[in-house]
């Protein structure tokens, strides 16, 4: 008989870690500080790609449609990278995976620098997309979400979302300055060198998550796989997250194009989309802390049903600084307020063991919407030379949405509820 364990002897021991509970090994705040600071340096350097559609363009001497498809690659590539990025983190830590990732994000600003003809474009567009999926909230979600405990999850991972609004706000004025100053040749070989400070951020979110313990069953990677697959809710979410990245790619990458097209000066795009940063600092904040008083995939209908308004407005009302800059603001509280919301309901229904690889899932539906609304964009605008088709797919795609999420049954798979 094994020997018997005494009161005191119990009451020293500590308590046993479970998936559900945070990590010890780090500090929560250090694990969350490291990869918001991540996620916000990786998403600035990828939003501010808009900027560099005309300069780009007219020094090569080619159309609106190689640049928007190059960006299309670059999303797509982005969705497809994010699964085994997330599935890495998940199974070995996040920090090799986002060191490696942050040097393919290096090497795309250099492929953009060297551009002589569309080629080099696509070959960036693959390789920032790899980058990308390994430093943005998609592969960093699960890292956050065993950092702290349930109760606190969909506030830390609001703060990624958060995280990507300050970089976009700090990289958007950057980016125009340095274009405007130095060329966009040399702005890019200067963010190339910002992206160097990505590398030793990876310290603190790196080594191995820890394993499953006793009371939650532990699963592989194909028994969550394909439990996934079983959940018609997931599907549903899936299925809404496209929505999301058609209307961030393309609102991102041509609105600075659109207010250049209708006469106003370039720093009205430069300023919108700032516009949309700071907005979206406080949208996915309120996000973060809605859990507690509505259903997640209430939230979520409501995000996307106001998008309609600002997309209406760009159709009905004066195109001015002012007009483009309140649409922009109004947009920015519902851009990113997604992201916990969406990946708060993939840590609800099955845990975080596989968390960034399931939101990674996801996420690629994400990145489809981004690769159709990049393509579709460009090929709407050179047919057309008009964006107005665009305003009104965006209206639909936000309605459907809307309607799409409320089926979603809010709670965990049976594994996780009998845990």
């Not at 990507?164 to 040399?186: D, M, R, S």
């Not at 080594?207 to 990677?221: D, F, N, R, W």
């Not at 790619?249 to 720093?267: C, E, I, Q, T």
Request: aromatic share 10%; charged share 10%; proline share 6%.
């Amino acid at each position: 008989m094994p020997p018997a364990v005494s009161a005191s002897t119990t009451s020293q021991m500590p308590p046993r870690q479970t998936a559900e509970q945070p990590a010890a090994a780090r500090p929560a705040w250090l694990v969350i500080l490291a990869a918001g600071t991540i996620v916000g340096m990786a998403m600035g350097l990828r939003q501010v790609m808009g900027l560099y559609l005309k300069p780009i363009t007219l020094d090569l001497g080619i159309g609106r449609e190689p640049f928007s498809n190059a960006m299309a690659v670059a999303n797509l590539v982005w969705g497809i990278a994010a699964i085994f990025a997330g599935g890495i983190s998940d199974k070995f830590g996040a920090g090799r995976v986002v060191f490696t990732c942050a040097i393919a994000t290096i090497s795309g600003l250099l492929a953009m620098m060297s551009a002589t003809s569309p080629v080099w474009l696509y070959v960036s567009g693959v390789l920032t997309g790899i980058g990308v999926a390994g430093t943005s909230v998609s592969a960093l979600v699960g890292a956050v979400g065993r950092a702290v405990p349930p109760e606190k999850r969909l506030a830390a991972i609001a703060s990624l979302g958060m995280a990507a609004g300050i970089g976009q706000l700090i990289a958007f004025p950057l980016a125009h300055v340095l274009i405007e100053y130095t060329g966009w040749k040399t702005s890019l070989a200067i963010l190339a060198g910002i992206g160097l400070l990505m590398l030793p951020l990876a310290l603190p979110i790196s080594g191995t998550p820890q394993a499953m313990a006793p009371g939650v069953k532990s699963q592989s990677l194909a028994e969550a796989i394909s439990e996934a697959a079983r959940l018609p809710s997931y599907w549903l979410l899936t299925s809404g997250f496209f929505v999301c990245g058609f209307h961030l790619a393309f609102y991102g990458v041509h609105l600075p194009a659109f207010v250049s097209d209708k006469g106003l000066p370039n720093w009205v795009g430069v300023y919108a989309l700032m516009a949309v940063g700071v907005a979206n600092i406080a949208g996915t904040y309120l996000a973060g802390q809605s859990g507690r008083w509505v259903e997640k995939r209430v939230g979520l209908s409501y995000i996307y049903f106001m998008r309609m308004f600002p997309f209406l407005g760009m159709l009905f009302l004066p195109i001015t600084p002012a007009t483009v800059i309140i649409f922009s603001a109004l947009l920015g509280l519902f851009w990113l307020s997604t992201v916990p919301l969406t990946s708060g309901l993939v840590g609800l229904f099955f845990g975080t063991q596989w968390m960034s690889m399931l939101f990674g899932f996801v996420f690629l539906s994400h990145q489809l919407g981004s690769f159709t609304g990049l393509w579709i964009a460009g090929r709407v605008y050179d047919a057309t030379q008009s964006y107005d088709l665009m305003w009104w797919i965006s209206i639909a795609l936000a309605l459907a949405a809307a309607l799409i999420h409320l089926p979603i049954r809010e709670r965990p798979v049976a594994r996780m509820a009998a845990a």
